[in-house]
């Protein structure tokens, strides 16, 4: 029920689902199949729990960096346009006012 969720969800979001859902069950398989002789071996010592780390987190800074890759590339560089700015002339009666402002007054 999760999965068709997570797909009906991909589908209205109209994202690709082999690339964002499809890699999970290759990636956990692939961990899945490299954990399972030391978890039947029963291996418990530091060695085996170190190399388990190095299986799980070399796949999840694999997956991490490419779900950053492709959010990265998928929003296009786009230059910002901004309006021209038009401004109307000046009247002789504004440049007076401004004129009568602008001056320091005379003591």
């Known amino acids: 029920m999760l999965i068709g ?19 999970d069950p290759v990636i956990l ?6 954990r399972a002789p030391d ?12 190399a388990r780390w190095r299986r799980w987190l070399v796949p999840a800074l694999a997956v991490s960096a490419a779900v950053i890759a492709f959010r990265v590339y998928e929003i296009p560089a786009v230059q ?25 007054p005379s003591c």
């Open 80 to 104: 910002p346009r901004f309006p021209e700015a038009s401004t109307p002339p000046v009247s002789d009666e504004e440049r007076a006012t401004w004129n009568s402002i602008a001056k320091p």
């Open 5 to 23: 969720a997570w797909a009906s969800l991909m589908a209205w979001l109209a994202r690709a689902a082999l690339v964002l859902g499809g890699a």
């Open 29 to 34: 398989g692939w961990a899945t199949w490299l």
């Open 39 to 50: 978890w039947v071996a029963e291996k418990t010592t530091r060695h085996a729990g170190f």
